[in-house]
């Protein structure tokens, strides 16, 4: 197992060059080595060069004679997301691993599947009238049982995106759903946040129980015990149902309380713009009567009634190091995972409490 500090880790191989370990070498910042590695303009041809020997010499990065030129991979997401081009997470992943396979003559196909076309026989005759050469599973939404029969089913190399099974031989990307729960609680807890609440989606949902598994890690560091009265979490998959929000009916349960908390962390951007929405109802006004924070930044979170605090999960990187590993054969075969870094983003729905210090 090898962790990369500061940047993307990979579980499972050891694979320790960062973007940082070629920037310090070549005195220059990481910024201007993803230009070099990325053949972007204004970047003189003596530091291009200076970089990718550098690069080239600790090992770093997919040379070219290594890539799969003109794959033709299966981008497979629950019917549930079938608006896929307009999902606020998926479609920038799509999108990303779509750029990176074409700068290769690649192809990606998306294939939605329902509950009932969950059949590995349905798949595999999909798979192969469209010629397909690997998969992409994107999201949580499929059972773990359909994943690994498909795996153990079909031929073709199949990575994760946004989750990851421990029992197959894959590839996953992932988002550090735990150490980004970490950051957003320690962050309201140096805004003098004791109480805070939790709202969550099903915790069958990996991404959700590790937010909910770092926003505990938190609290105990900070020496404050967890209190499930403070935790909503909706254990149904009907938990984005439009007609019945629950982040809506989550935060107005909170706020009912005798002792309601100071801040409410959502588990995800659009359950903390739900949030919003009923503490407005309530006449309460964010940040100032109470904090409510996100996870994901998706683009609605800049868009909110004052703009959200929240944890950015970087979509198209995980589109991009996906398509990277399609594209790099001789991997070693195994379960690894790689895990991209989660930054904390600061915008205006999170304010210091002055804590109360009258005598009872």
């Known amino acids: 197992m090898g962790l990369v500090k500061g940047g993307i880790a990979i579980y499972g191989m050891t694979m320790k060059i960062t973007l940082e370990d070629i920037a310090k070498k070549a005195g220059v910042s990481t910024a201007t080595v993803s230009k070099c590695l990325n053949n972007r303009p204004r970047i003189s041809k003596k530091t291009k060069q200076n970089v990718l020997a550098i690069a080239k010499e600790l090992g770093y990065g997919i040379p070219k004679e290594a890539l799969?030129?003109?794959?033709?991979?299966?981008?497979?997401?629950?019917?549930?997301?079938?608006?896929?081009?307009?999902?606020?997470?998926?479609?920038?992943?799509?999108?990303?691993?779509?750029?990176?396979?074409?700068?290769?003559?690649?192809?990606?196909?998306?294939?939605?599947?329902?509950?009932?076309?969950?059949?590995?026989?349905?798949?595999?005759?999909?798979?192969?009238?469209?010629?397909?050469?690997?998969?992409?599973?994107?999201?949580?939404?499929?059972?773990?049982?359909?994943?690994?029969?498909?795996a153990n089913s079909i031929q073709q190399p199949i990575i994760l995106?946004?989750?990851?099974?421990?029992k197959i031989n894959c590839y996953s990307v992932v988002n550090d759903n735990f150490q980004g729960a970490y950051m957003m609680t320690q962050y309201l807890l140096q805004l003098n946040h004791q109480r805070i609440g939790f709202i969550s989606g099903p915790l069958r949902n990996?991404?959700?129980?590790?937010?909910?598994?770092?926003?505990?890690?938190?609290?105990?560091?900070?020496?404050?015990?967890?209190?499930?009265?403070?935790?909503?979490?909706?254990?149904?998959?009907?938990?984005?149902?439009?007609?019945?929000?629950?982040?809506?009916?989550?935060?107005?349960?909170?706020?009912?309380?005798?002792?309601?908390?100071?801040?409410?962390?959502?588990?995800?951007?659009?359950?903390?713009?739900?949030?919003?929405?009923?503490?407005?109802?309530?006449?309460?006004?964010?940040?100032?009567?109470?904090?409510?924070?996100?996870?994901?930044?998706?683009?609605?979170?800049s868009l909110t009634a004052p703009p959200l605090t929240t944890i950015k999960v970087g979509k198209r990187t995980l589109g991009k190091l996906a398509a990277a590993l399609l594209l790099c054969h001789n991997l070693p075969q195994g379960n690894y995972k790689v895990v991209v870094p989660p930054q904390l983003i600061i915008r205006n729905s999170a304010m210091t409490i002055i804590p109360d210090t009258k005598s009872p």
Request: negative net charge; glycine residues 4%.
């Open 68 to 150: 799969v030129p003109g794959i033709k991979t299966a981008f497979i997401i629950h019917k549930k997301n079938i608006a896929v081009n307009s999902d606020p997470f998926y479609s920038l992943v799509m999108s990303a691993m779509q750029e990176s396979l074409e700068a290769q003559k690649g192809q990606l196909i998306l294939l939605t599947l329902s509950p009932r076309e969950e059949n590995i026989s349905y798949l595999q005759t999909r798979l192969e009238q469209l010629t397909i050469e690997a998969v992409v599973i994107c999201g949580q939404d499929f059972s773990p049982d359909f994943i690994i029969e498909l």
């Open 161 to 166: 995106v946004d989750n990851y099974l421990p």
């Open 206 to 301: 990996i991404s959700f129980l590790e937010r909910l598994q770092g926003f505990h890690s938190a609290l105990i560091s900070a020496s404050i015990k967890p209190e499930p009265d403070l935790e909503m979490i909706f254990n149904s998959d009907n938990w984005l149902n439009p007609k019945d929000p629950w982040g809506y009916e989550a935060t107005l349960s909170l706020i009912s309380s005798n002792n309601p908390p100071t801040a409410i962390f959502a588990a995800n951007d659009l359950l903390a713009a739900e949030c919003i929405q009923a503490l407005t109802s309530k006449n309460l006004k964010v940040p100032k009567d109470i904090s409510v924070v996100g996870f994901d930044d998706i683009s609605i979170a």
